[in-house]
C-alpha cells in the first residue's frame, strides 16, 4: 500500500456527506456515514461516470448517469448497467485528519 495522504477534516464532510478528492492522481470518492469514512474510485466502471455526483442512500452510492449502484465500503456493484466493482480504499482517521490510502492492488 501506498502513503497515506490527507484529504480533508472529518468536520468538513457532514455526516452522512459525501465529496472527491484527487489522490496520487486518482480521484476517490470519500463518504461520512453513520460516523465512519468509506473511500471508493469516483469512477462509475459502466461509463466512467463520477460517483461522487450521484445520490447517496445509506451505504449505496447511484452513479447520476445511468442509475448504477454501488457499495460504498466495498465498492461492489449492486446492480446494472454496472457489472464489475470499483475499488475500494484504506481510510484512516486520526482526530479530525482524514487520511486515505490507495489500495495498490486496484
Given at each position: ?53 450521484g ?23 449492486k ?28
Amino acid at each position: 500500500m501506498g502513503e497515506a495522504v490527507f484529504v480533508c477534516k472529518r468536520s468538513d464532510l457532514p455526516d452522512p456527506g459525501k465529496a472527491a478528492f484527487e489522490v496520487n492522481g486518482r480521484f476517490i470518492a470519500v463518504f461520512h456515514v453513520s460516523g465512519t469514512f468509506w473511500a471508493i474510485d469516483d469512477v462509475c466502471t459502466h461509463d466512467g461516470g463520477p460517483l461522487a455526483d450521484g445520490d447517496l442512500r445509506g451505504h449505496t452510492i447511484i452513479c447520476p448517469r445511468h442509475g448504477a449502484q454501488f457499495d460504498i465500503r466495498t465498492g461492489h456493484a449492486k446492480t446494472m448497467p454496472a457489472v464489475k466493482s470499483t475499488p475500494a480504499h484504506e481510510v484512516i482517521v486520526r482526530g479530525d485528519d482524514v487520511f486515505i490510502r490507495i489500495r495498490e492492488d486496484s
